[in-house]
């Protein structure tokens, strides 16, 4: 009979636990459901007072900073102009740069990534103080915040942010290329510099050049095809010069694509004939037609386009080669003349 007592009331204690852990669920979700009411009529008015300056009731606490500084990262990409000078003037006025300092001190690195961002939206010295985060522990945060310094145009120069951030040593993304792009814009300067710089890598280099190359700015043809020519050695680096010295369709860079032209090497004489080709280098008439009887598939063909798009001179010579030249060369004239519906 003990026994069946026993187990008796060890069946009602497991009950009451039951009973009581459901009594505690439910009344932390009662509480919750009542911050999350709070949270969002403090985010209603908080919404109103960064759009419009209004005053709202509710006082000041850490709370409504940390709010706003939500709302402000959420929100500022959509004003545009004056308003959005307004509106992060309604933002520092809530607590929203002191709350967002806080939190680049954040032991979570999406945190402390998401802090410079934001901060580096507000103005002069007081969006500099996101650069705090180029030195942070993680490569993201600092990756993201230069980003977010140089779309606001406060970066420090292009020099000092590859060292920092160890661009083209431990970072690798395609977030560099956009981030060289950014810099070009305000400190296009700053980045040619970068390519004199002999301790700097390769890969940084050649983010510059690809960055400097897409800004269409046709004084820097000069300058990339240097680049060019001091890549003589670098297999893996030059053709990707060569490439960017076609797409700013300079003739300045003249010289540097003869000279890829004759290169040992397929991948830089492939690049400098696509270079010839978008530059409508007319000189390089010769050598592309010599081309055309490469061993390499690639130089032929990207030699042959390059004779095509080069006028009447380019399509002449095209046609001679396809009925007089070498086995190699009438194959790639009379593929090119074909493709381009020239014969």
Known sequence: MS??????????????????????????????????????RIRQQLTRVLLTGETEPGGSSRLHAEIAADLTAELAELVRGSDRERFLRNAEALGVTTALRRRLRSATAQDRLTAAEALALFPGDTGREAAIALDDRNPDVRLGAALALAQNHIAPPAAELVRKLGLGTREQSMLVISLMRDLVETDPRGVEAMLYDE???????????????????????????????????????????????????????????????????WQVRSAA???????????????????????????????GEALAKLGRTGRDRLGELARNGSPLAREAASATLAERKLA
């Open 3 to 40: 026994a069946l007592l026993a187990l008796w009331d060890a069946s009602l204690a497991l009950a009451g636990s039951t009973i009581a852990a459901l009594v505690i669920l439910l009344i932390a979700r009662l509480i919750g459901g009542r911050r999350g009411d709070n949270r969002d």
């Open 199 to 265: 301790e700097l890598p390769d890969a940084a280099k050649l983010a510059a050049t690809d960055a400097l190359a897409a800004s269409g700015m046709v004084e820097n043809a000069p300058l990339v095809a240097w680049m060019a020519g001091a890549a003589k050695h670098q297999t893996e680096l030059q053709p990707r010069i060569y490439r960017a010295l076609g797409r700013i369709g300079h003739p300045g860079g003249r010289d540097a694509i003869l000279e890829g032209l004759g290169s040992p090497e």
């Open 273 to 303: 004939a696509e270079a010839a080709g978008k530059v409508g280098l007319t000189e390089a008439v010769g050598p592309l037609a010599e081309a055309l009887g490469d061993a390499h598939w690639w130089v032929r063909f990207r030699s």
